[in-house]
């Protein structure tokens, strides 16, 4: 399944699990999976170029940097505006 580039991703990096949802500008979710650290740089692969938004802490840094050098842009949300997916949109200081 490919995204347009009007929609965004946000990955929530844990420890062994990564929780991914996929919304469009409007603020409506149209996906959610959750994936094993192993599986995220192949599912993201499969996706057009998009933009990702991603808490800032620690280990996120290197994630960023794998998905730019393919092609993805990359926001770094810092934690305060940080919104568990599901449950608001995520205040977004940049737009789509």
């Not at 094993?36 to 960023?64: F, K, V």
């Not at 730019?68 to 599901?86: C, I, K, M, N, S």
Request: charged share 20%.
């Amino acid at each position: 399944m490919n995204f347009a580039h009007s929609e965004v991703f946000g990955i929530d990096v844990g420890k062994n699990w990564f929780h991914v949802f996929v919304m469009i500008s409007k603020g409506q979710q149209i996906d959610r999976r959750q994936l094993r650290r192993e599986a995220i740089l192949e599912y993201i692969m499969q996706q057009e170029c998009c933009l990702i938004a991603m808490e800032s802490r620690g280990g996120t840094q290197l994630w960023a940097t794998k998905l730019q050098a393919r092609g993805h842009e990359v926001r770094l949300v810092p934690a305060q505006f940080d919104a568990r997916f599901g449950v608001a949109v995520i205040p977004m200081p940049f737009t789509v």
